[in-house]
């Protein structure tokens, strides 16, 4: 790590951070007694005045159930329900509206895919393949149909630094594979894995690929089509959108041979007591009312970050990131976990004398919001050889006095147990 | 909102540094292991009871986790060793209602615990070992795994 260079000029000085941070209500806020410092957008990010808005005028000029009415205001809520998929479509590069389904956030999507895609497909002794990194959204699913399948689940290994093994992982992949499932970034770590290398690994044995893009959306350019992944999902809350919604990308083809997980309203196009045909893609996999408001918000949230630019925001973070990552290693008895070369927004961290709860505890006295804990990856941990771990994570808002912030707590958390 | 440093009194500190009777016991004839799903900490409580199963005659624990579980587990086994059975289960709900704000006042050393109950999610691990203690004491199978509520 570089010693203290002028970070600042040297960036792509392209993000108004100040303006970026007038946008978010919630930051201007204090939390006992200091400003409040949030360093948890990986769990979940804040929201911009953008996006509470489009959801409330969309609530007070043209809220309606979609796909019913005759009238005026059914239409209006229609078309901002489409508008939203078109807007994800083009935020994720997906080369039709259609091929983006309105789910409830990522893990919705990885079940969508398993249930309605793989575990058809599925016999005994097939495998599935993960790797050591992956969140346990991407892992519980997989071991839902393989055990109702009797098929087996492979997991590629992740070196200490917290990168993914591909030699290993191409040895897993083979004749019985039915899908691979990968995380773009590692929540836990902040790894960026060379996704379009392991589709192509993946491509090369006729597996298909399911991207868990949860961490990636709000940080990185995206291009679906482009790194030919299968599936893609993502949630929108953990960029600048409401709770509550996401969406799954699946190539047309594979989206067409799906089989409905939920049936109900909208998603058919007749229905007898005997049985039903399915509606066109992508009501077909959307049963029941939507989150319509929802969805409106979430295009209002991808408008607002490709207003801002995703190369801008990921020069930014990532200048935090280093800047952080300089910071906090130069605190004794600090320790970096996931120092792989390519890495996004997310610093994991231990101390020797200070159990993580203990620094999440003491930031948050000081108004300061990390993550303290396993990251929702158990097997990832233990592989790595530790319980829990500190995490702060970084987004468009935050800035380098509040990693100063961050740095002056954890010295201090290392003063009070030393 | 408590401040921090009522939260980590230098009673909790000092026990988180050189925690008490923190060694595996081969001579106990109860255990159990807690667990906090959440974050992952375990503490594990091992207790040797009287002949007439009534009195708690030693106690140890081991475990990972937070400065506020294992300060909690260590004064717990100071707490309820010696005392009766009965006791000790009384001692648990006494300590239960000082975390948990619903009492301002503990016998002993868990009195220092009382900041916690401005930490809400915090709670779950000065419980923990605790709650272990109650599922040796309940007499659930050796190496059964308790969760805090």
């Known amino acids: 790590m570089a010693t203290a260079a002028p970070a600042r000029a040297a ?9 970026v941070r007038a946008d978010f209500p919630i930051l201007g806020t204090t939390m006992h007694g200091r400003p409040l410092v949030y360093l948890d957008s990986a769990a979940s990010s804040q929201k911009p005045r953008q996006v509470l808005d489009a959801e409330r005028r969309f609530y007070e000029t043209s809220y309606a ?12 809520a229609t078309e901002a329900y489409d508008a939203a ?17 309105f789910t409830r956030g990522t893990t919705e999507s990885i079940n969508l895919v398993a249930q309605g895609f793989v575990r058809p497909r599925l016999r005994p002794g097939d495998e599935i393949v993960f790797t050591a990194l992956e969140h346990h959204s991407n892992i519980v699913p997989w071991q839902l149909v393989a055990e109702a399948a009797g098929a087996v689940l492979r997991v590629a290994p992740v070196t200490a630094a917290g990168e993914i093994e591909l030699d290993a992982l ?15 970034v590692s929540n836990a770590l902040g790894t960026v894995n060379p996704l379009a290398r392991i589709i192509e690994l993946a491509h090369a044995k006729g597996v298909p690929v399911l991207v868990d893009g949860a961490q990636a959306a709000p ?15 993502c949630s929108s809350h953990k960029m600048y959108g409401p709770t509550g919604i996401g969406v799954l990308y699946g190539r047309e083809e594979h989206l067409e041979a799906m089989a409905p997980v ?18 066109p893609l992508p009501a077909r996999l959307e049963a029941g009312t939507p989150h319509i408001a929802g969805a409106v918000g979430l295009g209002a949230a991808a408008e607002y970050v490709e207003r801002l630019g995703r190369e801008a925001i990921a020069a930014h973070e990532h200048e935090l990131l280093a800047y952080a990552t300089e910071r906090l290693s130069a605190i004794r008895g600090v320790r970096i ?18 159990h993580p709860h203990d620094v999440g505890t003491v930031l948050d006295t000081q108004g300061i919001c990390i993550r303290a804990g396993h990251h929702c990856a158990q097997p990832l941990m233990a592989r790595l050889g530790v319980v829990a771990t500190a995490r702060a994570s970084f987004a468009a808002y935050n800035t380098r006095a509040e990693v100063d912030a961050l740095a002056d707590g954890v010295e201090r958390a290392r003063e009070l147990f030393a | 909102m408590a401040t921090m440093s009522e939260l980590y009194q230098t009673v909790i500190l000092d026990h988180n540094r050189a925690p008490r009777n923190y060694r595996p016991m081969p001579e106990a004839n109860r255990d159990a292991e807690g667990f906090n799903p959440l974050c992952g900490d375990r503490v594990h409580v091992w207790l040797r009871l009287s002949e007439d199963g009534r009195t708690i005659d030693d106690v140890s624990f081991q475990g990972d986790g937070c400065a506020i579980s294992k300060a909690s587990s260590s004064i717990m086994t100071q707490t309820v060793k010696g005392k009766s059975v009965e006791e000790a289960r009384a001692l648990f709900a006494e300590f239960h209602d000082v975390v948990t704000g619903r009492a301002d006042a503990a016998r002993g050393k868990m009195a220092v615990f009382a900041g916690v109950s401005a930490f809400p999610m915090r709670v779950k691990c000065a419980s923990l070992g605790w709650h272990a203690l109650r599922a040796a004491l309940d007499e659930r199978a050796p190496e059964q795994v308790v969760s805090t509520e």
């Open chain 1, 65 to 76: 159930n979609i796909h019913r009415g005759v009238y005026e205001l059914s239409a209006r």
């Open chain 1, 219 to 233: 940080h990185l350019p995206l291009d679906v089509a482009a790194l030919g992944a299968d599936f893609f999902a």
């Open chain 1, 262 to 279: 939920q049936g109900g309203g909208d998603m058919i196009a007749s229905v007898t007591f005997e049985r039903s045909t399915w509606a």
């Open chain 1, 170 to 184: 191409d040895a897993l992949l083979g004749r019985r594979t039915r899908l691979l499932a990968v995380a773009h």
């Open chain 1, 337 to 354: 976990v996931g120092t792989a070369p390519r890495k996004a927004s997310v610093l994991s961290f231990v101390m020797d004398a200070v």
């Open chain 1, 11 to 19: 960036a792509p000085a392209a993000l108004d951070v100040d303006a």
């Open chain 1, 85 to 101: 998929r078109a807007t994800m479509a083009r935020f994720l590069g997906a080369a039709h509206a259609h091929e983006v389904v």
